[in-house]
C-alpha cells in the first residue's frame, strides 16, 4: 500500500515563504506523475501544481503561477512545492497526490495516492 504524507506547512505572513514536502513509501515503481491541490475553507478542492517524473514537465494554476514552483526528488521519492510571495488568498489545506498511470493534469481523478493534507495559513 503506498503511503503519502506531506509536511512544512504552517503560519506565515503575506509576502513570505514556504516549501512543502510529500514523500512516498510502500511502492517499488517511479509514479508517471504527481500533483498539489488545495481547499481553502468552504471551498472545493482545486489545482496547484503537477509535475511529470520522467520528463519533469510541469503545470501550474494561474493564480500560483509565477510564485509556485513544483519540483521532485526521484531518488528521494519526494516532491517539493516551493512558495514564495504567498498572499492571504493562498490559506488553505495543501495536498499531495500521485499518479501510477498517467490520466490527465489537473482533475483529482487523476491521481491514485493521496496524503492527509498539510495546513497553510498566511496572515495579512
Known amino acids: 500500500q503506498v503511503h503519502v504524507v506531506e509536511s512544512g506547512g504552517g503560519l506565515v505572513q503575506a509576502g513570505g515563504s514556504l516549501r512543502l514536502s510529500c514523500t512516498a513509501s510502500?511502492?517499488?515503481?517511479?509514479?508517471?506523475?504527481g500533483a498539489w491541490f488545495r481547499q481553502a475553507p468552504g471551498k472545493e478542492r482545486e489545482f496547484v501544481a503537477a509535475i511529470t517524473w520522467r520528463g519533469g514537465s510541469t503545470y501550474y494554476a494561474d493564480s500560483v503561477k509565477g510564485r509556485f514552483t513544483i519540483s521532485r526528488d526521484n531518488a528521494k521519492n519526494a516532491m517539493y512545492l516551493q512558495m514564495n510571495s504567498l498572499k492571504p488568498d493562498d490559506t488553505a489545506v495543501y495536498y499531495c497526490?500521485?499518479?501510477?498511470?498517467?490520466?490527465?493534469?489537473?482533475?483529482?481523478?487523476?491521481?491514485?495516492?493521496w496524503g492527509q493534507g498539510t495546513q497553510v495559513t498566511v496572515s495579512s
Open positions: 510502500g511502492r517499488t515503481y517511479s509514479p508517471d506523475g
Open positions: 497526490a500521485e499518479a501510477r498511470y498517467y490520466r490527465g493534469t489537473y482533475s483529482e481523478r487523476s491521481y491514485d495516492y
